[in-house]
């Protein structure tokens, strides 16, 4: 390199021939070097791809998130508290107790004192049917009865006797009271229990007229009848 940079200094100074073969020489160089560069030291352009331009930019988008859920935390109730609440509760519970009892004796009360009064008025409204039936009895001379009992027949009469003979549970005789040979011949409504002989009974029935029968003896006998009969002691 050193010998052909001095050859060319040589030529430089030898005059125009030498500088126009150094020009000769440069510009052939330069053509040499321009037609082997581009084979030596030029590099490939690269290729650009078209990459697709988005016509709309994408907006990110958002993902919530998840609040965290908060957690209660119960404060607890001191032991005085609870022991005043459930005081105040035991006296409430009380309280309802004691009205509700109150409520019951009430209702029972009030239950017992209708049904008393309802018994007393029914009982009431017995006493006063039955004063009525028998004050429709009057009282008939014994005599009178024994002699005459078929013109009285339908009569409603009221006599006291002594009982002296059990016929039947619904049929008795009696005598008159204060006599031991006047008899009556009764036929109770219904029939009865607990009457013995001389037990002394009022009698309150229907006159229907004598009734006949054969005695032990067989004679006949007629005594007054009365029928439909209730009593008194």
Not at 37 to 50: A, D, E, G, K, Q
Not at 120 to 125: I, K, L
Request: net charge neutral; proline share 6%.
């Amino acid at each position: 390199m050193k010998n052909m940079l001095l050859r060319i200094g040589n030529y430089w100074r030898i005059g125009k021939v030498g500088k126009l073969i150094i020009i000769c020489l440069c510009i052939g160089g330069s053509i040499a070097c321009a037609s082997i560069l581009p084979n030596i030291i030029s590099t490939p352009t690269p290729t650009i791809t078209n990459i697709p331009i988005p016509t709309d930019k994408p907006l990110p988008t958002k993902t919530s998130s998840p609040k965290p859920t908060s957690t209660a935390t119960s404060t607890p109730i001191p032991p005085a508290t609870q022991t005043a609440q459930a005081l105040i509760l035991a006296q409430t519970r009380t309280a309802q107790d004691i009205a509700l009892t109150q409520t019951q004796v009430a209702y029972v009360t009030t239950a017992t004192r209708q049904a008393y009064l309802s018994n007393m008025t029914a009982t009431a409204q017995v006493i006063s049917a039955h004063a009525t039936e028998i004050a429709s009895y009057k009282e008939i001379n014994s005599q009178e009865l024994i002699n005459y009992a078929e013109q009285h027949k339908g009569e409603l009469v009221k006599i006291r006797i002594r009982v002296f003979n059990i016929v039947s549970d619904q049929e008795l005789q009696g005598y008159f009271s204060g006599t031991y040979d006047d008899a009556v011949v009764v036929d109770m409504r219904v029939p009865f229990s607990g009457i013995y002989e001389d037990a002394v009974l009022t009698v309150y029935g229907r006159v229907q007229g004598n009734d006949c029968f054969q005695n032990a003896y067989d004679a006949t006998i007629c005594q007054p009848l009365i029928v439909d009969a209730f009593y008194e002691e």
